[in-house]
């Protein structure tokens, strides 16, 4: 197996969670998601599994955060280009997500942020890296 991360985040409604994700992209692999939880793939290495909140609570003895009250992780996730990080975000706030800030363009990078329904926050970016290493005084992208 390749080297792969998967992202666990508790959800109160496994079922509207998965729609949310679907929604912005994200495809269910049936095979790893049930009624506790539903595996949304991002690409062949990077899946969000998505749990119920008992369900996740099986995985730690930590006490579970509300995310919408309680910052515990920033997701951000890269596009090629601006109109992509627009397009995943205008899909997010179709789908029921909150808009975190306005967009942010730093000329060499452009991001937005949402949140998705249990609160999760996400910061899909693009950026050029050729202008970023000009921006910071390198010759080239490292």
């Known amino acids: 197996m ?31 998601s049930n009624d506790r939880g539903s595996a949304m793939a991002w690409s062949d290495t990077i899946t969000v599994m998505l749990l119920d909140r008992a369900f996740y609570a ?8 509300d995310a919408k009250t309680t910052s ?17 975000t205008e899909a997010a706030l179709a789908a029921g997500g909150r808009e975190l800030h306005d967009p942010e363009d730093m000329g060499f990078m452009y991001s937005r942020a949402f949140e998705d329904l249990d609160g999760h926050g996400w910061g899909p970016f693009s950026m050029d890296m050729a202008a970023a290493a000009q921006s910071m005084g390198e010759t080239q992208p490292a």
């Open 72 to 88: 515990g992780v920033l997701l951000a996730l890269s596009f090629g280009t601006p109109a992509d990080v627009d397009a995943i």
């Open 2 to 32: 390749s080297k792969a991360i998967f992202v666990n985040l508790p959800v109160a409604d496994v079922v509207a969670a998965t729609a949310f994700y679907a929604a912005i992209g994200f495809e269910r692999n049936a095979m790893f």
């Open 58 to 65: 099986t995985f730690t003895p930590k006490q579970i955060i």
